[in-house]
């Protein structure tokens, strides 16, 4: 039973931070129950887009709200990225890099937001058929991915040195997954 008073408390860092708990969790899992590659991807995806929020707002959440006719919108995954490899989104203090991705990286993304997020989110009624033999290595990729965007890049101030120490252990247990299937 819940008790009164009690509250779930989210930030933007906290929120990606699960994502990524999850994506590791659900590595783990996928082995013995393939179904899981698919929240494999979600969480992964999730974490990645959340991340790469927190890198663009640093301590101005207005950097990634985009002002429409139809309302505040937050900044799209695509633009997103965009903006995660430009200097002048991204130099805000001293220590802040921006985000450099491979030409094998990029198309890991692709294939994690594109081909599988997007058609996991929205999906059409098919029978479809993935097939797993290089989802480890697209996957591995992301996981890099995930751990610039939030240790890396020195615009997620409000991780903790704790928080950040985790990230680092949960992307190299999920890559040690990875590399042994």
């Known amino acids: ?31 013995s129950n393939p179904v899981d590659w698919k929240w494999v991807v979600l969480a992964l995806h999730g974490s990645i ?17 985009n002002r429409t006719k139809r309302g505040d919108r937050l900044t799209d995954f695509g633009e997103a990225l965009r903006r995660c490899q430009d200097p002048a989104w991204m130099n805000m203090t001293y220590h802040s890099q921006p985000l450099t991705v491979s030409g094998e990286q990029k198309r890991a993304l692709d294939y994690i937001h594109e081909e599988f997020r997007n ?24 996981f890099d991915i995930a751990r610039f965007l939030s240790i890396e890049t020195g615009n997620c101030v409000h991780l903790t040195a704790e928080e950040c120490k985790k990230i680092d252990q949960l992307v190299g247990e999920a890559k040690g997954v990875l590399a042994s299937i």
């Open 119 to 142: 058609r996991f989110i929205h999906y059409q009624p098919c029978l479809w058929s993935i097939e797993l033999n290089g989802l480890p290595g697209i996957l591995a990729h992301g």
């Open 1 to 31: 039973m819940l008790a009164e008073g009690e509250y779930l408390r989210l930030s933007e860092e906290l929120n990606a931070l699960d994502y990524l708990e999850k994506a590791v969790a659900f590595v783990r899992s996928a082995i």
């Open 49 to 65: 887009y959340g991340f790469m929020i927190c890198s663009l707002k640093g301590t101005d959440p207005s950097r990634v709200i």
